[in-house]
């Protein structure tokens, strides 16, 4: 049997390992967008773009499809305030995302529904950024039918160590589960002082 010279085996195996590991990571999204992009085009989070949503202690997502929809069923057990804090159930900004929109107002559209069964009464919805916590944000009352809600945000502080864009069905017994389709943060002006 012949067998390659290790002076000839060794080099040959590096490239053909390389190009299996170049092969794996050309698959899939890896593209990052660059800070003119992110603030012309905003962020969304729709479809499987869902499925970087986070769920906090206490509330639990499931990720479903009704014909052409795709949407993240999402329960909470508890509320804000019981308990370790979170931001509920959340989308967390990248580095590149936050270094884009820091210091500037953000509007924030959620698409949702109450869910056909257990369907909460009402949601809250927040950005969380420096300076805004569990206190902000804003109760909505979705309907049986997908709707848009939206909130604006003026950070009170210019630099950001953290964003996450954050969701909070209420929490009463039976009643405590919404779907959620799609996201859209859309950064807008610079801050005075920022």
Not at 120 to 134: E, K, M, S, T
Not at 178 to 192: A, G, S
Request: with cysteine; proline share 6%.
């Amino acid at each position: 049997m012949y067998s390659l010279p290790d002076w000839a085996f060794y080099p040959i195996a590096a490239l053909v390992t390389a190009g299996m590991v170049g092969g794996a990571l050309s698959h899939g999204d890896n593209t990052v967008r660059s800070r003119e992009e992110i603030l012309s085009e905003g962020i969304v989070y729709e479809g499987d773009g869902l499925n970087a949503l986070t769920t906090g202690n206490g509330l639990t997502a499931r990720f479903l499809t009704e014909g052409d929809e795709n949407f993240a069923r999402i329960d909470a057990v508890r509320g804000p305030f019981d308990g370790i804090q979170s931001a509920g159930a959340f989308f967390a900004l990248s580095p590149t995302e936050i270094d884009a929109i820091q210091g500037r107002r953000v509007r924030v559209s959620f698409t949702l529904r109450r869910a056909p069964e257990h369907g909460a009464d009402n949601v809250r919805l927040n950005f969380f950024v420096p300076g805004i916590g569990q206190n902000s944000g804003e109760h909505v009352e979705p309907d049986d039918g997908f709707e848009s809600f939206t909130i604006e945000v003026a950070a009170p502080v210019c630099s950001w160590d953290h964003a996450y864009i954050g969701l909070w069905p209420a929490w009463d017994f039976e009643r405590n589960t919404v779907d959620l389709q799609r996201v859209e943060l859309t950064p807008l002006d610079q801050l005075p002082d920022c």
